[in-house]
């Protein structure tokens, strides 16, 4: 038996998941990639639901392949997407699958509950967070209206994470970061909001006890350790929702900081002390979720590189790789055709290629045409609304915003990263790509007592990876396509 440690990172995504671990030596943290998997969409009877029974199989085949290699487990964490739940009943059964927060039953609920039950203005009052119809608390208003049997019968609701923890511990929690996310939760308070419970027919006892990052869920039960062949190893609640996980990864020295996780969507925040609510935040749609150490990350959501991949997948004469179709792409004029990334056109087109083109057309521009104009289009333009919510960002901030840092797979697409610091005009640094499950396993690192707090986190997880730099460049050019974004976003209104 190896007397290194070993963290046991769970970390699943809305289309895959993966079981990884990681040691820490000598100030240095190293990941290995245990197994990787599918995350499956059920879609049955007009209705969507993920496969909660398969996803805690995998888990456990990922343990069994750490006991069969003698690996020492410390601990193990579990972090997921946000908002979604499953049903408990009173025998601790769950009652079925989690509905899926694309199932369409959400659609025009939002509207209706603020008719019927709580108003948008009170809600953002109360929550912060940014308005998304799939949001949990919305979910649970179109289930109760729907008269959902599961509901009707439920003692307990665990989010997707805490469900898992519960499947191999046997001990019920409602993590703070994933609990952030759906919408009822005060982070003010930092609880549960009794009124907004009640308007779906809900009390606080339909939820666990609020568990703090960095605190022992409970150990694997009998069962799991007779499957597994490992012994009684605490499961810790991390960062249940990845994006906490991602932002407790950024190797910033200071406060003064702002990030961007950059992947098919794009997050980009600042970490604050105190949620920041208030007219400007509410007109803006930024959201407040909850983060380690009792901070809280105030966001916004901006689609990312949503819309190159989308038009990679239509492309037929493009090069299979994204470093010859880019390098294409920086060859054409830049700046001949702008667009907003967050326009509701670009939300799931049938064709992005046609979106994008129309979108010009519609402004007066000049209409991209191929891959790599349309590829340069769309740079330009993340780069662009970057720097609008920068922006927003340092307005809105209780310090100096003194570096960007971009993290996720998003940080290895260099000219973009040039870009986004030419915008911005700020520094920008660049990784690590593996943010949400080096957050995960600093976590776990953390209620072990292997490291001391946040900022001694992300020391280890600087002097672990060599950062990119990027110095902001062509200032006029930059401020004048700033300038050209604007009045191309007015005039599309």
Request: glycine share 8%; net charge negative; with cysteine.
């Amino acid at each position: 038996m190896e007397d290194k440690k070993y963290f046991f990172a769970v970390d699943l995504g809305a289309t895959s998941g993966r079981t990884i671990i990681g040691t820490l030596n000598n100030d240095r943290i190293e990941l290995e990639e245990l197994t990787r998997f599918d995350n499956n969409l059920i879609e049955t009877g007009g209705k969507f639901y993920w496969d909660i029974y398969a996803l805690y199989f995998e888990i456990i085949k990922g343990l069994k392949l750490a006991a069969q290699r003698q690996l020492n487990i410390t601990s193990i964490g579990i972090d997921t997407w946000g908002v979604d739940f499953v049903f408990v009943g009173e025998d601790g059964a769950f009652l079925r699958n989690p509905r899926a927060y694309r199932d369409p039953h959400t659609f025009g609920m939002m509207e209706d509950y603020f008719e019927n039950a709580v108003s948008k203005e009170e809600v953002y009052g109360i929550t912060g967070i940014q308005f998304m119809n799939f949001n949990s608390l919305f979910q649970l208003y179109a289930m109760k209206k729907n008269n959902d049997t599961a509901m009707k019968h439920a003692s307990k609701i665990l989010f997707v994470p805490d469900a898992l923890s519960y499947m191999l511990t046997g001990k019920m929690v409602c993590e703070y970061t994933i609990a952030s996310t759906s919408q009822i939760l005060d982070p003010k308070t930092k609880q549960l909001d009794e009124k907004l419970l009640a308007s779906v027919g809900l009390t606080r006892d339909n939820f666990g006890p609020i568990s703090n990052p960095a605190v022992e869920i409970g150990k694997l039960t009998e069962e799991v350790q007779k499957m597994t062949g490992l012994g009684a190893i605490p499961v810790i609640a991390v960062a249940g929702h990845d994006t906490g996980a991602a932002v407790a990864a950024v190797p910033a020295k200071d406060e003064k900081f702002a990030y961007l996780s950059s992947g098919t969507w794009s997050l980009m925040g600042i970490e604050t002390k105190e949620a920041i609510i208030n007219d400007l935040s509410y007109e803006r749609n930024f959201t407040n979720e909850g983060g380690i150490e009792g901070t809280t990350r105030f966001l916004k959501n901006i689609c990312g590189m949503w819309l190159y991949e989308r038009c990679r997948k239509e492309w037929t004469d493009a090069p299979k790789s994204h470093t010859e179709l880019i390098a294409e792409a920086m060859k054409q004029p830049a700046f001949q055709s702008i667009i907003n990334p967050d326009d509701a056109m670009f939300a799931n087109p049938s064709s992005m290629i046609d979106a994008i083109q129309t979108y010009c057309r519609e402004t007066g521009q000049h209409v991209p045409e191929g891959y790599a104009e349309i590829c340069r289009c769309i740079f330009d333009s993340l780069a662009l609304r970057y720097r609008q919510v920068f922006g927003y960002l340092k307005e809105m901030a209780s310090f100096p915003i003194e570096v960007l840092h971009i993290i996720g797979g998003g940080s290895l697409n260099n000219d973009l990263n040039q870009f986004t610091a030419n915008s911005t005009g700020a520094v920008v640094l660049a990784g690590p790509q593996e943010g949400t499950a080096l957050g995960n396993i600093m976590l776990q690192a953390k209620a072990s007592g292997d490291v001391k707090d946040i900022w001694d986190m992300r020391r280890i997880i600087a002097n672990s990876l060599e950062l990119k730099r990027f110095e902001p460049k062509d200032k006029e050019a930059w401020d004048a396509a700033y300038e050209q974004f604007l009045a191309i976003v007015e005039k599309k209104g």
